[in-house]
């Protein structure tokens, strides 16, 4: 079985443009939760996605914003960026989306903003 | 705001040393408890998702049991080797429904040879 992948794996944007990170999940699971990795902050929920609704979203910004498609995949956009949106972005999949369900997480995207 | 506490943040150990770190979280509104291991890299891997209080989970030789009435779990790892070198996270969920994970800072392990 193919495990979580996300595209593009690395990307070089400029302050005030926008991005799109996309996410394609284990087939079958269901819920798709993002993460942003930096190295003061360590991982930091941004938002989950389950059945196409975000379900809960963790305290960033309204320039963080996702979505899911009927298929599960899901992408995430990040407008207006700033220089401390740098980070490794990482997308985690899990089967029914519930708190004790084991969580499968891909290589991440690692977004530098110049 | 649900407070995720690693400690030792680092450590550093000889092949075939044992080992152990802890996770401290609130006691109340417990629902679960994840560790994961996160070599340079390679993605998060999942080890444990722990439950019930006085849960162990093993896995190898690595192994966790959970406390939740005081609010700690500990992670060992019996005859380190330098593949167990990693960082290695514990995360909750916070006090809603869903996936998502609050996650403490880690443990920075580096097993020598």
Avoid at chain 1, 16 to 22: D, K, M
Avoid at chain 1, 29 to 51: A, C, D, I, K, N
Avoid at chain 2, 99 to 106: S, Y
């Amino acid at each position: 079985k193919a495990g979580v992948t996300q595209t593009p794996r690395y990307l070089i944007k400029t302050r005030g443009q926008q991005v799109t990170l996309s996410c394609s999940p284990i087939s079958g699971h269901r819920s798709v939760s993002w993460y942003q990795q930096t190295p003061g902050q360590g991982l930091q929920f941004l938002f989950e996605y389950f059945s196409e609704t975000q379900r809960n979203k963790g305290n960033f910004p309204g320039r963080f914003s996702g979505r899911q498609f009927s298929n599960s995949r899901s992408e995430m956009n990040v407008s207006t960026l700033e220089l401390g949106d740098s980070a490794l972005y990482l997308c985690a999949s899990s089967l029914d989306g519930t708190r004790e369900d084991e969580q499968y997480f891909g290589p991440g995207t690692r977004l530098t903003v110049t | 705001i649900l407070n995720v506490e690693q400690s030792p943040q680092s450590l550093h150990v000889q092949e075939g040393d044992s080992t152990n770190f802890t996770c401290s979280f609130p006691s109340s509104n417990f629902y679960a408890l994840h560790w994961y291991r996160w070599e340079t890299a390679k993605s998060p891997e999942a080890l444990f998702v722990m439950t019930l209080n006085g849960d162990e989970k093993k896995k190898g030789r690595i192994s966790a049991t959970l406390n939740t009435k005081e609010g700690y779990s500990y992670l060992y790892i019996k005859g380190s080797q330098p593949e167990d070198s990693a960082t290695y996270l514990c995360a909750l969920p916070p006090n809603q429904a869903g996936t998502a994970l609050i996650f403490g800072k880690g443990t920075t392990l580096s097993v020598s040879s």
